[in-house]
C-alpha cells in the first residue's frame, strides 16, 4: 500500500463522543500534518509533527488531541466536540524544506 | 504576513475549452515555494505542481501549463482543452520561511466542465 491512508473516510459522533482518526503514511516522510477543512473557508493548518515532535499547534482547542507514536502514523484524537466542528479532516505527509505534502482522501467528521 | 488569494469562486467551462485559474499570493520572504493542488469530489488533494521562488521558468505538463510572474506576485494556472475529468476544486498555495512548517491556502477555484 502506498500514500497517505486515513481512517475512517466518515464519522457520525454525538457531542459527548470520545473517537479518534488515524493516518499513516507509506511514503518515509519525516513530517505529518492535520488540516481542517470546512465549507467556504481555507484549508486550515492544526498540528505539524516533525520527526515525531509537535513543532506547530495553531491555537486549536483542547478537544482535538494529536498523537504521532512514530514517523508513519499519526492521530487525532477527539472529544467533547462541538457542531461547529463537522468538517473534513486531512492528515498530509512531506519531507521538509519546501517539500509538497501528499495528503489522504480525508474523514469527513459530523458532529450531532 | 502571508496570503494567498484565488479570486475566482467558480468557474464553468465547455469541454475543449482552455481555461486559466488565476493566484495571487503576498509573502516578505525573498525564498519561498508555490503550489498547484486539485481536489476532485472524492476529496483527496492531488499535488500538481511546486515552483521555487527563484525560477520563473513557466511549465507545461500536457494539457497543464503554469505562468509565474514575481513582478505580478502571480502563479496562474491554465487547461488547455479542457475535459471533464478536469472538474474539481484546485487551490493554490504558499510555503515561506517564515512559516516554514505551514502550507497556506488559497480558498480555491471550483472549476466545472461541462460535456
Known amino acids: 500500500e502506498t500514500g497517505v491512508t486515513q481512517t475512517p473516510r466518515h464519522l457520525v459522533m454525538g457531542m459527548t463522543n470520545k473517537k479518534s482518526l488515524k493516518c499513516e503514511q507509506h511514503?518515509?516522510?519525516?513530517?505529518m500534518y492535520w488540516y481542517k477543512q470546512s465549507a467556504k473557508k481555507p484549508l486550515e493548518l492544526m498540528f505539524v509533527?516533525?520527526?515525531?515532535?509537535?513543532?506547530e499547534n495553531n491555537s486549536v482547542p483542547s478537544r482535538f488531541s494529536p498523537e504521532c507514536p512514530n514517523s508513519s502514523h499519526l492521530f487525532l484524537h477527539l472529544h467533547t466536540l462541538q457542531p461547529e466542528d463537522s468538517a473534513l479532516y486531512l492528515c498530509?505527509?512531506?519531507?521538509?524544506?519546501?517539500?509538497?505534502?501528499?495528503f489522504g482522501n480525508g474523514t469527513r467528521l459530523t458532529v450531532t | 504576513a502571508q496570503k494567498v488569494t484565488q479570486a475566482q469562486t467558480e468557474i464553468s467551462v465547455v469541454e475543449k475549452e482552455d481555461v486559466t485559474l488565476d493566484c495571487v499570493y503576498e509573502?516578505?520572504?525573498?525564498?519561498?515555494?508555490l503550489f498547484w493542488y486539485k481536489q476532485p469530489p472524492s476529496g483527496e488533494l492531488v499535488f500538481l505542481i511546486r515552483?521555487?521562488?527563484?525560477?520563473?521558468q513557466n511549465e507545461i505538463s500536457g494539457r497543464y501549463s503554469w505562468n509565474f510572474q514575481k513582478s505580478t506576485s502571480s502563479f496562474n494556472f491554465t487547461i488547455t482543452a479542457s475535459q471533464v475529468v478536469d472538474s474539481a476544486v484546485y487551490f493554490c498555495?504558499?510555503?515561506?520561511?517564515?512559516?516554514?512548517?505551514?502550507?497556506?491556502f488559497g480558498t480555491g477555484t471550483r472549476l466545472t466542465v461541462i460535456p
Open positions: 509573502t516578505r520572504d525573498t525564498t519561498y515555494y
Open positions: 498555495a504558499l510555503i515561506d520561511q517564515t512559516g516554514a512548517n505551514n502550507l497556506f
Open positions: 509533527y516533525s520527526l515525531e515532535e509537535r513543532v
Open positions: 498530509a505527509s512531506s519531507q521538509e524544506g519546501g517539500s509538497p505534502l501528499h
Open positions: 515552483r521555487n521562488s527563484f525560477d520563473e
Open positions: 511514503l518515509g516522510h519525516n513530517a
